[in-house]
């Protein structure tokens, strides 16, 4: 039980959420080795790709684990650091990873697991995926924190259908809602996943980087300054940028090393 690192063949890195038994619902462990895992993997210059996903194929993971609830969040204050310390800052350790991540998702993708791949840059699912974030039936409401994310994605109308149907929906409907990136077959998620991550990994991991940060700068209201301005061109000074250009005018694949 908790959270599996494994290093695949190339630059990605494969995060999984795994508690057998119950559908990788997430404890208060796994959102604390889940944040470590996000920062740890940000700061290795090696790992250009990161892909979230739950150990076997029944579940992405199916929220938090509601039976500890009654401990960590028998108070206001212990509910504050669950919400906020946890697991809304393992969240914004995924949105705000510099590392391009990837979620693959097969079967149960609710609650926490749903916040969790709306915080993630692009989202596969199975075609027998199921999402939704029935909390409205156990009396409690979505911390806003942890709501954010899936309010940035998809605005208010789809997050308040979701929480206020508590209706679980399948994959194409996810799909329609701006929830997800695509939809496969089952057996294909991973292997897409993978070669999402090949896709990104074959890029100049320091142009993804930029990119996400200014996905991120951008949706602040307020207008760039001029040393962000300037800033936005500090490719030129890369070996990455040079190696791009001569690649180009030479015919072949680029080979970057981030510097």
């Not at 401990?71 to 990873?97: G, K, P």
């Not at 409401?141 to 679980?168: C, N």
Request: aromatic share 6%; with cysteine.
């Amino acid at each position: 039980m908790g959270v599996v690192i494994e290093r695949m063949n190339g630059p990605a890195l494969t995060i999984s959420l795994s508690h057998p038994g119950k559908l990788n619902a997430i404890d208060a462990g796994m959102w604390t080795a889940l944040r470590a895992a996000l920062e740890r993997a940000g700061s290795n210059p090696d790992v250009r790709c990161i892909i979230l996903r739950g150990e076997g194929d029944d579940a992405f993971a199916a929220g938090g684990d509601i039976e500890e609830f009654q401990t960590v969040r028998a108070t206001i204050d212990d509910a504050l650091h669950y919400h906020d310390t946890l697991v809304a800052a393992a969240l914004e350790a995924i949105q705000q990873s510099p590392i391009p991540t990837v979620a693959a998702i097969r079967g149960a993708c609710i609650g926490g697991g749903l916040e969790i791949a709306g915080c993630c840059d692009i989202r596969i699912a199975g075609e027998s995926a199921r999402f939704g974030a029935p909390i409205n039936r156990l009396g409690f409401s979505m911390y806003p924190g942890e709501m954010a994310g899936l309010l940035a994605l998809v605005g208010p109308a789809v997050v308040l259908e979701i929480l206020l149907e508590g209706r679980i929906f399948n994959a194409h409907e996810a799909l329609a809602k701006g929830l997800l990136s695509r939809v496969v077959s089952d057996d294909q998620v991973f292997a897409e996943a993978d070669e999402t991550a090949t896709r990104i990994s074959a890029g100049a991991p320091l142009v993804a980087r930029w990119h996400k940060h200014w996905a991120l700068r951008l949706t602040h209201d307020r207008p760039l300054s001029e040393a962000e301005k300037r800033s936005a061109f500090d490719f030129l000074a890369t070996e990455d940028y040079r190696e791009g250009i001569r690649a180009f005018f030479e015919k072949r694949k680029p080979q970057f090393t981030g510097k």
